[in-house]
């Protein structure tokens, strides 16, 4: 059973930075492909940012130069840094894990970015 605890997310005005971190149990962290995805109201969820490995990273275009993602194998913990962030940021975030095939979903954190 694959379990994620998600935590960072807050209200912060734009330009400010934020920092998620999601923590992983019940499986193999270090083999998994990890990244976080986000929805906004009444949007899709896309797709914001994956790592594969430890350099292997691909951007959606709205976040590319703002956004890292990062990950701890050590402590199972995948963290997305957040910086200058804008309005049109404000959705719920996911933390997701894809192993052996599958895919897993956090419950999400809100972040709202006010103008």
């Known amino acids: 059973q694959v379990q994620f605890v998600e935590s960072g997310g807050g209200l912060v005005q734009a330009g400010e930075s934020l920092t998620l971190s999601c923590v992983v149990s019940?499986?193999?962290?270090?083999?998994?492909?990890v990244g976080w995805g986000r929805q906004a109201p009444g949007k899709q969820r896309d797709y914001v940012a994956t790592?594969?490995?430890?350099?292997?990273?691909i951007y959606a275009d709205p976040v590319k130069g703002r956004f890292n993602i990062s990950r701890d194998n050590a402590k199972n913990t995948v963290f997305l840094q957040m910086n200058s962030l804008k309005p049109e940021d404000t959705a719920v975030y996911y933390c997701?894990?894809?192993?052996?095939?599958?895919?897993?979903w956090g419950q999400g954190t809100q972040v709202t970015v006010s103008s």
């Open positions: 790592i594969q490995g430890v350099d292997t990273k």
């Open positions: 019940g499986t193999t962290f270090s083999s998994a492909i």
């Open positions: 997701y894990l894809i192993i052996y095939f599958q895919s897993y």
